[in-house]
């Protein structure tokens, strides 16, 4: 095992493995799909090329060990994506089909092996309540670093803002109680003894004149005792931002990475780094040099940015 193990969370925004009929006539289209299941790929092209080519520029960028991803179709697309833009750089991929009616997931490649496995996603309030309480999944992943060691992710991609972060608050607070409660189940009374992270796109941010004051939705976790945000070791809070909305022009952190009170204990001096060089050229605050052939408004990464942080285990 390396001395230091590097995890990331990436939103890497739609990785879809679809593909589109083009220049050919319905006739053709029809053929292309017979008895349902069976593709003539001659007529398709896959979508989205020059974009997850530089997705993967910003895969590779953050150099991560294990990076958990949300917005994945399903584990074809995540293979598919790992072979062809990443060379196999992931000897391990995980997903597993959630709630959302779009199809985009939480996922998981990994250079270590799976243990434990377990997901959330039929988790209700009650045994009698109809809807489920995470809008994807909970989902929870041991990662075997030896023999010897291992750390336990909680992947997340809470509910989104569309439609409004107050009229949407309520479900994301009712979400992050949910997996406080299962890191208590899972580690009983003093949660801040164990070794795990929590990690994923939380869809809210940060209030305050110094951005430490977690939204009501988020606080459920953000408020424990036993948990640090590492983002908050980035000094200038103006600089803890890894999501661009183009349309009201705002950059928030909405990505997070959040380590039991003993992991962050072992690594005081770790700092996440944010790679936003896949961000298009309209998120004028991006200071680097982007990535060859990142766009105005598209090809892009994401409108997400990696975060990465390295640790000792």
């Known amino acids: ?31 292309a799909i017979r008895e349902g299941f069976i593709l003539d790929r001659r007529l398709l092209t896959t979508h989205m090329k020059k974009a997850r080519k530089i997705t993967a520029r910003a895969v590779k960028a953050v150099k991560a060990d294990v990076l958990a991803l ?13 072979t062809r833009f990443l060379n196999s750089r992931y000897k391990y991929q995980l997903v597993i089909d959630g709630n959302d009616p779009r199809a985009i997931d939480v996922g998981i490649l990994s250079r270590y092996p799976f243990g434990r496995i377990r997901t959330h996603q039929f988790d209700k309030k009650s045994p009698r309540a109809r809807s489920k309480i995470f809008s994807r999944d909970c989902l929870e992943v041991e990662i075997l670093l030896s023999r010897k060691k291992s750390l336990t992710l909680f992947v997340n991609h809470f509910k989104s803002m569309m439609g409004g972060r107050s009229q949407t608050m309520a479900r994301r607070r009712e979400q992050t109680t949910r997996v406080a409660r299962i890191i208590a189940e899972r580690y009983g009374s003093n949660p801040a003894k164990a070794k795990f992270v929590i990690l994923g796109d939380f869809n809210d941010y940060y209030e305050g004149a110094n951005l430490t004051h977690p939204s009501h939705g988020l606080s459920p976790l953000l ?20 999501h661009f909305w183009a349309k009201k022009k705002e950059y928030r952190q909405l990505d997070y990475i959040l380590l039991s009170k003993s992991l962050a204990k072992a690594n005081p001096t770790a700092v996440p780094k944010i790679e936003r060089r896949g961000l298009p050229k309209r998120a004028t605050k991006v200071t680097r040099k982007r990535f060859p052939r990142v766009g105005d408004n598209t090809p892009k990464a994401s409108d997400h940015c990696p975060v990465v942080i390295a640790l000792k285990i």
């Open 1 to 31: 095992m390396p001395q230091t193990f590097r995890i990331a969370t990436f939103n890497c925004e739609n990785l879809f493995r679809r593909f589109l009929f083009k220049n050919h006539s319905s006739a053709e289209a029809e053929r």
């Open 223 to 242: 408020g424990k005792a036993w948990l640090v945000d590492v983002n908050l070791r980035i000094k200038k809070p103006q600089n803890r931002w890894a």
């Open 70 to 82: 949300q917005e994945v179709e399903n584990l074809d697309a995540l293979r598919h994506f790992n």
